[in-house]
């Protein structure tokens, strides 16, 4: 009944057009004031101690390196970087893209700022060269995506504060541990590679079955000069990663260490952007930041109210006492993620369904690391298509095109990636591989 109650409440007030940020503090501060005794003092207590996590500054700084790269040339170098090695295919714009959009997500870990910096650059080009505009606009939305899942993605980042610290029990009774972001960035790595090559076979299939453009074979000199010019953003990449996994600094100073190093290059090496325009990206980074944080602050007032309520816990003995399977379980996850991903934003979605999904995943027996990153594949669907998904919208004034026409445009690449979500469901090792192997 409480269950009910909690989620008729917050249903109820985003019908009404409210913020999901904010229905999500109404409806905790509403049920324990109309419900419960719990005083108020421990309520503030929890919102406090709550965002008292190392990791949650790594937010900021990933989005802030993200709108250095997006404004400071980075993404112009990998595209011409990106048409010297794939451009002479069938579609050769298009793969071009793919690969661009694979590149950026590596070092943005935002969707949406992959889809604004390969877009405005590609879009126009492709268009130039003959390219039809809905599979130009098809291409690059739907591969933006891939921003969610590569690292550094916030997605992952959000997905670990959100079940940090949880208490979940497998199907044996023992304590299991959460899953860090290191895990889950190294566990994004394969399946991004695979969802990126599934992309460019969709790409290349479609280009050559309708007979479009294909660019010049570029020479291994032009390829190596290309590489040399985006040499210093696709550094970062092995930054990032590497630091984190040989130890040298977390998650959190590698996104510190990010965002000075797109500073450094998109102002004083690549010199696409100027001193006078730093400020305008700070602004523009601590507004996209405070929009995230301000949703992490409810969503960790909403996961106290569910733990306290132990909604999780008794969801998890129901499903067990019916005997559902790991099977029926992760397919009920993707039904309920696809069906969330129409009316919410991604970042909402993982921080109120992570919390209830993370105990009955591990009483099922399933891994942690597997469930962020099939919700962070489910992420990736809901933001290509309406009526929510942000790449749509991106990407429609990128290309002036309606949501319409670009919703019928991405259905090709948007049932690749459905067939992807399967794959990576049902297939944990594709997940866990990876880090099983650097945890030895």
Same mark, same amino acid.
């Given at each position: 009944?409480?269950?009910?109650?909690?989620?008729?409440?917050?249903?109820?007030?985003?019908?009404?057009?409210?913020?999901?940020?904010?229905?999500?503090?109404?409806?905790?501060?509403g049920f324990f004031?109309?419900?419960?005794?719990?005083?108020?003092?421990?309520?503030?207590?929890?919102?406090?101690?709550?965002?008292?996590?190392?990791?949650?500054?790594?937010?900021?700084?990933?989005?802030?390196?993200?709108?250095?790269?997006?404004?400071?040339?980075?993404?112009?170098?990998?595209?011409?970087?990106?048409?010297?090695?794939?451009?002479?295919? %069938?579609?050769?714009?298009?793969?071009?893209?793919?690969?661009? @959009?694979?590149?950026? *997500?590596?070092?943005?870990?935002?969707?949406?700022? +992959?889809?604004?910096?390969?877009?405005?650059?590609?879009?126009?080009?492709?268009?130039?060269?003959?390219?039809?505009?809905?599979?130009?606009?098809?291409?690059? +939305?739907?591969?933006?995506?891939?921003?969610?899942?590569?690292?550094?993605?916030?997605?992952?980042? $959000?997905?670990?504060?959100?079940?940090?610290? =949880?208490?979940?029990?497998?199907?044996?009774?023992?304590?299991?541990?959460?899953?860090?972001?290191?895990?889950?960035?190294?566990?994004?790595?394969?399946?991004?590679?695979?969802?990126?090559?599934?992309?460019?076979?969709?790409?290349?299939?479609?280009?050559?079955?309708?007979?479009?453009?294909?660019?010049?074979?570029?020479?291994?000199?032009?390829?190596?000069?290309?590489?040399?010019?985006?040499?210093?953003?696709?550094?970062? /990449?092995? /930054?990032?990663?590497?630091?984190?996994?040989?130890?040298?600094?977390?998650?959190?100073?590698?996104?510190?260490?990010?965002?000075?190093?797109?500073?450094?290059?998109?102002?004083?090496? %690549?010199?696409?952007?100027?001193?006078?325009?730093?400020?305008?990206?700070?602004?523009?980074?601590?507004? =996209?930041?405070?929009? &995230?944080?301000?949703?992490?602050?409810?969503?960790?007032?909403?996961?106290?109210?569910?733990?306290?309520?132990?909604?999780?816990?008794?969801?998890?003995?129901?499903?067990?006492?019916?005997?559902?399977?790991v099977v029926v379980?992760?397919?009920?996850?993707?039904?309920?993620?696809?069906?969330?991903?129409?009316?919410?934003?991604?970042?909402?979605?993982?921080?109120?369904?992570?919390?209830?999904?993370?105990?009955?995943? @591990?009483?099922?027996?399933?891994?942690?690391?597997?469930?962020?990153?099939?919700?962070?594949?489910? !992420?990736?669907?809901? !933001? @290509?298509?309406?009526?929510?998904?942000?790449?749509? %919208?991106? *990407?429609?004034?990128?290309?002036?095109?309606? $949501?319409?026409?670009?919703?019928?445009?991405?259905?090709?690449?948007?049932?690749? =990636?459905?067939?992807?979500?399967?794959?990576?469901?049902?297939w944990p090792a594709?997940?866990?591989?990876?880090?099983? &192997?650097?945890?030895?």
């Amino acid at each position: 009944m409480n269950a009910l109650i909690i989620f008729g409440l917050l249903v109820l007030l985003m019908l009404t057009g409210m913020p999901v940020s904010i229905a999500l503090g109404l409806t905790v501060l509403g049920f324990f004031f109309g419900m419960t005794n719990e005083p108020i003092a421990s309520i503030g207590l929890k919102l406090f101690s709550g965002l008292e996590k190392f990791e949650i500054m790594a937010i900021p700084f990933f989005i802030l390196a993200g709108n250095f790269l997006t404004n400071g040339g980075a993404a112009r170098r990998m595209i011409h970087f990106a048409s010297t090695m794939v451009g002479h295919f %069938y579609g050769g714009l298009g793969l071009a893209g793919v690969l661009a @959009c694979a590149l950026f *997500a590596a070092i943005s870990g935002s969707s949406v700022a +992959t889809v604004v910096a390969v877009g405005t650059i590609l879009l126009p080009a492709m268009q130039k060269a003959g390219y039809p505009k809905r599979f130009s606009a098809g291409v690059i +939305t739907t591969s933006g995506a891939l921003g969610i899942l590569f690292p550094p993605s916030i997605n992952l980042v $959000i997905f670990s504060i959100a079940t940090n610290g =949880m208490n979940a029990t497998g199907p044996d009774g023992q304590p299991v541990a959460t899953a860090s972001v290191g895990d889950l960035f190294i566990a994004g790595v394969l399946p991004g590679l695979l969802l990126s090559l599934l992309l460019g076979v969709t790409t290349w299939y479609r280009a050559r079955k309708f007979d479009y453009p294909r660019l010049p074979r570029a020479s291994w000199g032009e390829r190596w000069k290309a590489f040399r010019d985006a040499f210093w953003g696709i550094a970062l /990449i092995v /930054i990032v990663i590497g630091g984190i996994y040989s130890g040298i600094f977390t998650p959190t100073e590698a996104a510190a260490i990010a965002a000075v190093y797109a500073f450094v290059i998109s102002v004083f090496i %690549y010199k696409d952007l100027k001193l006078r325009e730093v400020p305008k990206v700070l602004r523009n980074a601590a507004a =996209m930041s405070s929009m &995230l944080l301000y949703i992490i602050t409810n969503a960790v007032l909403f996961s106290f109210l569910l733990t306290s309520e132990q909604i999780p816990q008794s969801m998890a003995a129901w499903m067990t006492g019916q005997g559902f399977g790991v099977v029926v379980f992760l397919l009920l996850v993707n039904i309920i993620l696809l069906v969330a991903g129409n009316f919410m934003d991604p970042s909402a979605i993982v921080l109120i369904m992570a919390p209830i999904l993370y105990p009955v995943a @591990c009483k099922l027996g399933v891994n942690p690391i597997h469930l962020g990153i099939l919700m962070a594949v489910n !992420m990736e669907v809901g !933001m @290509c298509h309406p009526p929510v998904g942000l790449n749509l %919208y991106v *990407a429609s004034g990128i290309s002036k095109m309606g $949501i319409t026409e670009l919703t019928i445009a991405v259905w090709p690449w948007l049932l690749t =990636m459905i067939g992807f979500l399967v794959l990576v469901t049902y297939w944990p090792a594709l997940s866990l591989t990876l880090p099983h &192997l650097l945890a030895r």
